[in-house]
């Protein structure tokens, strides 16, 4: 009896800590409702001149966009792990104290968002061609709200003709989650509109 009991505490101490590790991963994994905060926290920790803590939210952001873009259709993965490497090596930069400007990490992550919302335009419209309406309108509705943090981060004016534009995508994107009446030729027009607003603050915001 008592060789058994020994074992059991052995089996029950060998599982413990195999699975600690697994459940600290599981809380340190990202996600998009979570980025903005990892995001803040870095810009935060980096004016309060803690540059390891504002590294590894940096990082932390890096491996968010970095596991988006293995998820990510050949459209959307390029400009995903094209962020994700820009964040890897401001993480660095950030570590050993050569950002000189809380600007530069804005637009990293100005930069980061407009990726998402390429991304998700991408599968918006994928969704759209498979007849998957209600998938189709979650994606377009991620792709105005990222395209929104995109311009906030960037510290860029929305114009009159991008803000209707992505107010037509969220209305756009509620009926087809809905499943309500809509026009092919609009969601197209949507979708088109959409990734010219993309296109137009990349050109704006863009590193090169």
Do not use: H
């Amino acid at each position: 009896m008592y060789r058994l009991n020994r074992i059991a505490v052995v089996v029950v101490f060998a599982f413990i800590l195999t699975g600690i590790p697994q459940w600290a991963v599981a809380v340190d994994t990202e996600s998009p409702s979570s980025i903005e905060q990892t995001f803040q926290k870095a810009k935060q920790d980096y004016l309060q001149k803690n540059m390891n803590s504002a590294s590894e939210q940096i990082k932390k952001g890096a491996a968010f966009m970095k596991a988006e873009s293995a998820k990510a259709s050949a459209k959307g993965k390029e400009a995903l792990a094209s962020s994700a490497q820009e964040l890897e090596k401001l993480s660095v930069d950030v570590k050993k104290g050569t950002v000189t400007s809380v600007k530069k990490i804005e637009d990293a992550f100005a930069r980061a968002y407009l990726a998402l919302a390429e991304d998700s335009r991408i599968k918006s419209a994928e969704s759209w061609t498979k007849k998957e309406s209600a998938k189709a309108g979650e994606a377009l509705d991620s792709s105005a709200r990222y395209l929104e943090k995109s311009f906030a981060w960037a510290g860029k004016k929305v114009e009159t003709g991008t803000k209707t534009a992505i107010e037509k995508s969220k209305n756009l994107s509620l009926k087809l989650k809905e499943k309500g009446s809509v026009i092919a030729k609009d969601v197209e027009k949507g979708l088109k509109d959409t990734g010219n607003e993309i296109k137009k603050l990349g050109k704006r915001i863009s590193s090169k």
